[in-house]
């Protein structure tokens, strides 16, 4: 099994839906992350997590929540979505006590690829 | 205002030979800088990384440089294998330790058998 685990894998809606993206991981880490892939504009941070009271802002949050319901546990929701929210959504981990050369070091689930119609 | 590039979004290299993948930066406050590969429909993984305070780090086949004052990264990969044909992406962060990355764009490689 994945140690960072999204669900769903593929998911197709309306303008104007709510959608949630689901994110579990076994790898204990205290830190999470969601993260857009568009075509032409590499990955781009949506919000992290640094602890289960600890969420952030990332690069671009608006039209996007956070729900940190567990250390093992991120989703992210799209309270009414848009075409323009078409992109394949990431999630992942890390645990900066790692040390060494993979300080920094991301983990990440397999992608929830999201259209918006 | 993409802060780190990655000009070539696509290259093709012959099997044994050395691919080398190019990685741009203008946030001068980036310390420390990590390559990421990328197969379909998998997740990127963790390739490579180097600190600020290096030069140049190797790992079997492949090699991060680093020159700061030109702001610019390479990654090489010697020999080329059709294994490593995947979308890389260069990543930096302010802080060591820090893992808010900002990504570049991506460059997909090709290895040609």
């Known amino acids: 099994d994945a140690d960072v685990t999204q669900t769903p894998r593929n998911r197709i809606t309306k303008t104007g839906k709510r959608i949630m993206l689901e994110c579990s991981q076994t790898k204990g880490h205290d830190r999470m992350y969601w993260y857009r892939q568009d075509p032409g504009l590499g990955l781009r941070l949506i919000y992290y997590s640094f602890d289960v009271k600890d969420i952030n802002k990332g690069e671009i949050s608006d039209g996007y929540s956070v729900s940190r319901q567990a250390q093992a546990k991120f989703s992210l929701s799209l309270e009414s979505a848009i075409p323009n929210q078409t992109a394949l959504y990431f999630c992942a981990t890390s645990d900066p006590t790692s040390g060494g050369a993979l300080t920094g070091e991301l983990f990440f689930g397999e992608g929830s690829r999201l259209t918006v119609l | 205002d993409q802060q780190v590039k990655q000009n070539s979004p696509s290259l093709s290299v012959q099997e044994g030979r050395i691919s080398i993948l190019n990685c741009d930066y203008t946030?001068?406050?980036?310390?420390?800088f990590l390559w990421y590969k990328k197969y379909p429909a998998e997740g990127p993984t963790f390739l490579i990384s180097?600190?600020?305070?290096?030069d140049k780090n190797e790992d079997g086949r492949f090699t991060v440089f680093l020159n700061k004052s030109a702001k610019h990264l390479s990654l090489h990969i010697v020999p080329s294998q059709p294994g490593d044909s995947a979308v890389y992406f260069c990543a930096a962060s302010e802080n060591f330790g820090n893992e808010k990355l900002t990504f570049g764009t991506g460059t997909r490689l090709t290895i040609i058998p």
């Open positions: 180097i600190s600020s305070i290096k």
């Open positions: 946030n001068s406050m980036f310390d420390y």
